[in-house]
């Protein structure tokens, strides 16, 4: 069975990664799983414990660090976010595709432990569009959206790990560009593979 690849899809606060994602699951369940994420952050209104996030406290946190249980974690806005790798494996040793929707830094760091995976970054169509969004969402103070704004193109600047760029603007748009990517990179193959399967020789 041909293994699984892990997609990353980041982006800055605000852009609708979350959105995409959801959607892209919803229109294509078949195309790759998610995992759930682990944060120290308190739940927004609606978000479930085991669902959008595992909730846990700091010490919590640093134990689950400790007995090296994450793929990678990432400190953002006060708060850690971390990804389990034994969710990750189990998903790419069943031989389906996995979507991690991480921070940058955390983008990079899985990158380090597995080569082949594959970087998404989602823009914004415009800032101002971005900052309108982080303003309706109506879950951070003015000085976080100031600091969400100053760190946007810091972001950008980082980004350089990443080899596939996605403007959200029209959401279908993107959740298609992102679909394409995915099946694009599915059809990779190694030349030595083709020839075992297809024609019987190394």
Do not use: W
Request: charged share 30%; proline share 3%.
């Amino acid at each position: 069975m041909k293994r699984g690849k892990v997609f990353v899809i980041s982006g800055p606060s605000g852009v609708g990664k979350g959105t995409l994602c959801a959607e892209l699951m919803r229109r294509y369940p078949e195309l790759a799983a998610t995992t759930v994420s682990v944060t120290t952050r308190a739940p927004r209104p609606g978000e479930v414990d085991g669902v959008h996030y595992y909730f846990r406290t700091e010490a919590q946190f640093d134990e689950m660090l400790a007995a090296e249980m994450f793929l990678e974690t990432v400190n953002k806005f006060t708060h850690r976010y971390g990804t389990l790798l034994s969710e990750v494996e189990k998903v790419l040793d069943a031989g389906k595709n996995v979507i991690l929707e991480i921070e940058m830094l955390g983008g990079a760091n899985v990158k380090k432990r597995i080569s082949d995976a594959v970087l998404i970054f989602i823009l914004p169509p415009t800032l101002a569009a971005l900052t309108d969004r982080i303003v309706g969402r109506g879950s951070e103070t003015e000085a976080q959206i100031r600091l969400r704004q100053a760190q946007v193109e810091e972001e950008f600047d980082q980004a350089d790990p990443y080899e596939y760029f996605v403007v959200n603007d029209d959401l279908a748009e993107a959740v298609e560009n992102v679909r394409a990517i995915i099946v694009a990179e599915g059809l990779k193959a190694d030349g030595k593979d083709v020839k075992k399967n297809y024609f019987g020789r190394n």
